[in-house]
């Protein structure tokens, strides 16, 4: 049985790698580091195009586990048909939520705050005073409510905030209240003043932020999406912006990357990061943490963590 395994870091960079495993370093690069074929563990290079992270798949006839370093699979999931069944893909909860939950917050007070435009005064040398919105006494919503919406409830605690609704796919109770399934989302969205995106992108939930859902925001409500860019048509969300209804910090476009002069670059009341909720220095120390294990529990015949489906199998 093949021990070759495909990692995007260099293997001395990585503590605590179990021996016995046969090492490529392949980051995405034109040349493969061996034969795809042998592969058994494929970890996907991070921040790569789609094309890239499936590019070996349909040759990877012996791969058991694809490891992405992204909570996301939306891009290694068109190439997975290719592969047989019993491949277990594992996504890497545990590594991005504090990054994407600082973000999420930044996002939500700068556009509240006003952040952008005293930028564009102090560029201009002008001295922009007054009343600003904040997050205190507001009601948030929060639409994905996994690992990474639990961390952004948890940095949202110390803020003051009047009330936290929280959704997911289905419904269900934790420590902090319930959670509501999406079909409750009607009913919730006129009564957020913040609405917080952080749900993965599936069949489901792809267009999911259309007009009518939009149309159910309150005025003056801000959209804050930091899940993937299709969940939000952006026809619908330029319309509510260039209107001035609704205001949006958004760290995922569709298209992505926003190509130049693209309208949503100057939309009223929207502010725009690019993609960089987990891209930070707290991804690499995780990251490394959460190979070392994976291949240490594969090596020894351990359950993997993270295992969001595997091949063959109804999801």
Known sequence: MTSDVWIPFP???????PA????????????FP???ADCAFYVVPYMKSMEIAIRPLSAMTSVRVVQTLSAGIDHVTPGLGSLPAGVRLCNAKGVHEASTAELTLA???ASLRGIPGFVRGQEREEWRSGFYPALADKSVLIVGYGSIGAAIEDRLAPFECARVARVAR?????????VHAFT????????ADVVILSTPLTGTT???VGAEFLARMKDGALLVNVARGPVVDTKALLAEAESGRITAALDVTDPEPLPAGHPLWHAPGVLISPHVGGSTSAFLPRAR???AEQLTRFATGRDLLNTVLVTGRPS
């Open 170 to 178: 289905s419904a269900r109770t934790t420590e902090r209240g319930p």
């Open 20 to 31: 016995g495993l046969d090492l490529r370093f392949w980051d995405g690069g034109q040349d």
């Open 206 to 208: 792809k267009g999911l």
């Open 34 to 36: 061996a034969d795809p």
């Open 184 to 191: 409750e989302l009607p009913a919730l969205l006129p009564d």
């Open 289 to 291: 943490r959460l190979l």
């Open 107 to 109: 996002l939500i007070l």
């Open 11 to 17: 293997a001395e960079e990585v503590d605590g790698l």
